[in-house]
């Protein structure tokens, strides 16, 4: 089983529609982080979390809430979508007691706005 | 803020070939990470090495290995005996050791591989 899980793989919505992208994971990290993925660039942060309590903005939150569910869970909202906001979604985790922190991803989200 | 810049675009290799990616990089911080990530059509994101900036010793793992040249800040990956698995995009990554810790980006290269 993959330690990071992503649902859905991939979702077309409409413009105004409210959606959640959810992440779980059973690696037992206590970091999790959102990340966005345009057409031919790399990924940009949106929004990090190092524990249940502790959330933040990354550098592309506008648009975007979230919410830490559990340790093993991090969901990613859309309130009102945009087509601007159609892109792949990564959700990742780290850990901060095994040295370089790798943080691992899971297989992405597709989503279309329509 | 720190950048990364991957100025190869596109890359072709012939199969059992070594190839070598580019990847150069900005910042004023002395202790850091760098990672190379691989994103195969299946789009996830695969960590293929790693490395600490203040060891001098490159990474290596099995076939990939990587120039680290902390002065010229530049992090170049060398793919040998490059196999048809390896057909990807590869991102060059940085992260800071401490605050958000989030990774930094270059924008990609896209490998291929020819039989």
């Known amino acids: 089983d993959a330690d990071v899980t992503q649902t859905p793989r991939n979702r077309i919505t409409k413009t105004g529609k409210r959606i959640m992208l959810e992440c779980s994971q059973t690696?037992?990290?206590?970091?999790m982080y959102w990340y966005r993925q345009d057409p031919g660039l790399g990924l940009q942060l949106i929004y990090y979390?190092?524990?249940?309590?502790?959330?933040n903005k990354g550098e592309i939150s506008d648009g975007y809430s979230v919410s830490r569910q559990a340790q093993a869970k991090f969901s990613l909202s859309l309130e009102s979508a945009i087509p601007n906001q159609t892109a792949l979604y990564f959700c990742?985790?780290?850990?901060?007691?095994?040295?370089?922190?790798?943080?691992?991803f899971g297989p992405g989200t597709r989503l279309l706005v329509l | 803020a720190q950048t990364v810049t991957q100025s190869q675009p596109e890359m072709s290799v012939q199969e059992a070939e070594t190839v070598t990616l580019s990847c150069t990089y900005d910042?004023?911080?002395?202790?850091?990470?760098l990672f190379w990530y691989k994103q195969p059509p299946s789009r996830q994101m695969i960590l293929v090495i790693r490395?600490?900036?203040?060891?001098?010793q490159n990474a290596t793992e099995n076939r990939f290995s990587v120039n680290f040249q902390k002065a010229a800040k530049s992090f170049s990956l060398k793919i040998s005996d490059s196999q048809l698995g390896d057909a990807a995009m590869y991102f060059c990554?940085?992260?800071?050791?401490?605050?958000?810790?989030?990774?930094?980006f270059g924008q990609g290269t896209r490998l291929t591989i020819n039989p």
């Open positions: 979390s190092f524990d249940v309590k502790d959330i």
């Open positions: 990742a985790t780290s850990d901060p007691s095994g040295g370089t922190e790798t943080q691992y």
């Open positions: 990554a940085y992260r800071s050791k401490g605050g958000a810790q989030k990774l930094v």
């Open positions: 690696k037992g990290h206590d970091r």
């Open positions: 910042t004023s911080e002395s202790d850091y990470y």
């Open positions: 490395q600490e900036a203040y060891k001098q």
